[in-house]
């Protein structure tokens, strides 16, 4: 709680304890309980028309907070003051202090001292009243001036005064500085040529020397940037080198690698092949085994019957053959016996009986032929080819038939005659 207690003993002592913000014991309807506020109230005294030390009647309104001393002491004053009324009748009391000192205050100062320094005329006031508002327990925590104002324009007129003298006071400051400035400018451009021609003297040397010392920084960067390219190109090779080692080293390894893999891959493969082409092979290739043997025994079993059917006719024909032989060979010899009784006439008529039929076998392969061309330089050629012909055809049917044309009269006229 922010309220002081100011409680009475039992059994009527005089004896008063004062409790700030806390509790105690009180005996009902015997002990005297009272109550005095320890928030702090807010005053705003105010001075109308009130004689300045010039005879000016201002008027000036502030603003204070003020609050009650907790110390035991001070407690006990304010106690004695104020125990017992309101916050409105300590409000009263105080505020009339301080309006009585803000007015005495007012009568010993000028509007000006008023009116240029607030902050100084609340000071005094605060200064001269506190000593009297705590005489009753109470503390001046802040006071302020509010406002100040007259009704016969007083400070109007001296805001404008105020005013006006500032206004000649710059006027009169503008064209002493202006003046003052022009001469120090004036001044200061011929310092300031005279620096600068110093300077640029100066900075025409420095540039100079720059530009040598530049020159030679140049040559010398110059050296040593080519020989840290030259530097940076032999390291790059050597490194470039050692990359490509490391490639090739990389190259072999995985080239290792590859040729394992490749192995495993081949084993892989034969058994894969083994597993899906040698088996089914084999398998296949027995089947096929079985299958010829089967051919092979059906084959055998068949040829076997064939051979027999061949064996049986051929002994059928055989008989046959041997039948019609005997009767050919009956024939040959009743022929042979004729032609012994014909004699040279019977060998002649079986000689020329059997050239139609040599004529009609030589001449077969010519039945073919579109068209011969003998080619021959001399007209006598051709007789001559047919000559040879007919001179060597003798010896072609002894050959054939084992008859010798040249010793049958008739033909050996013939020969002759052509010759």
Request: hydrophobic share 40%; proline share 2%.
């Amino acid at each position: 709680s922010s309220n002081s207690h100011n409680l009475g003993a039992c059994c009527g002592s005089d004896e008063k304890t004062y409790m700030v913000g806390g509790w105690a014991w009180a005996w009902w309807l015997i002990t005297d309980i009272q109550r005095i506020t320890l928030e702090i109230m807010t005053l705003q005294p105010k001075c109308e028309d009130v004689e300045t030390a010039e005879g000016v009647a201002i008027t000036v309104t502030g603003v204070a907070q003020i609050k009650v001393m907790t110390d035991h002491d001070l407690l006990a004053i304010a106690c004695e003051q104020f125990l017992g009324k309101s916050v409105p009748e300590i409000k009263g009391v105080v505020l009339q202090t301080l309006e009585g000192h803000l007015r005495s205050i007012l009568g010993t100062l000028t509007v000006e001292q008023i009116y240029q320094d607030r902050d100084k005329f609340a000071q005094l006031v605060r200064e001269v009243a506190a000593p009297d508002v705590g005489r009753m327990g109470i503390e001046i925590l802040s006071f302020t001036i509010k406002d100040v104002y007259d009704k016969l324009d007083y400070l109007s007129s001296l805001g404008k005064t105020q005013t006006a003298a500032v206004q000649r006071d710059a006027d009169i400051g503008v064209a002493e500085a202006e003046r003052d400035a022009g001469i120090r400018e004036a001044e200061c451009k011929k310092e300031m040529m005279d620096v600068k021609f110093l300077a640029d003297t100066k900075m025409a040397d420095s540039k100079r020397k720059l530009e040598l010392q530049k020159a030679a920084f140049n040559q010398e960067v110059n050296t040593k940037k080519a020989e840290a390219q030259l530097a940076y190109e032999l390291q790059a090779a050597k490194e470039q080198q050692k990359i490509r080692l490391e490639e090739i080293e990389i190259e072999v390894v995985q080239r290792k690698k590859q040729i394992t893999i490749e192995e495993k891959e081949i084993v892989r493969t034969e058994k894969e092949l083994i597993a899906m082409v040698k088996r089914p092979a084999e398998a296949e290739a027995y089947k096929m085994q079985q299958l010829a043997e089967g051919q092979k025994m059906k084959k055998v079993l068949m040829a076997q019957a064939e051979a027999e059917k061949i064996r049986r006719i051929g002994e059928a024909e055989a008989c046959s053959i041997e039948a019609i032989g005997k009767a050919e060979a009956e024939k040959m010899r009743l022929k042979a016996e004729a032609y012994q009784q014909y004699g040279e006439a019977a060998k002649t008529a079986l000689v020329l009986e059997a050239l139609p039929k040599i004529a009609a076998k030589v001449a077969a392969p010519l039945a073919r032929t579109n068209e011969i061309v003998i080619l021959s330089g001399k007209g006598n050629r051709v007789t001559g080819e047919v000559n040879r012909l007919l001179a060597e055809l003798p010896v072609s049917v002894n050959a054939l038939t084992g008859i010798d044309l040249s010793k049958i009269p008739l033909l050996q006229k013939m020969t002759y005659a052509q010759a």
